[in-house]
């Protein structure tokens, strides 16, 4: 997700305005502590205009391997 901010000339505080949630929000999913909701995944990959699969990598969180 940081990749396609920076490619988009968005910093953190614009993105975290354009979707309606904290800056500290847009940090923990570009960190990958935080899950969106969907409401907000696609809001995200709306403003970036693709797909929410090519903004977010979902992983099984089961212990199966």
Do not use: C
């Not at 969106?36 to 699969?53: N, Q, R, W, Y």
């Amino acid at each position: 997700m940081k990749e396609l901010r920076e490619k988009h000339h968005l910093t953190q505080e614009q993105l975290a305005q354009k979707v309606g949630v904290r800056r500290e929000t847009i940090l923990f999913l570009e960190k990958g502590k935080y899950n969106p909701s969907l409401k907000l995944a696609h809001d995200i990959a709306k403003v970036f205009g693709v797909t929410i699969e090519e903004v977010f990598v979902f992983k099984e969180e089961s212990g199966e391997g």
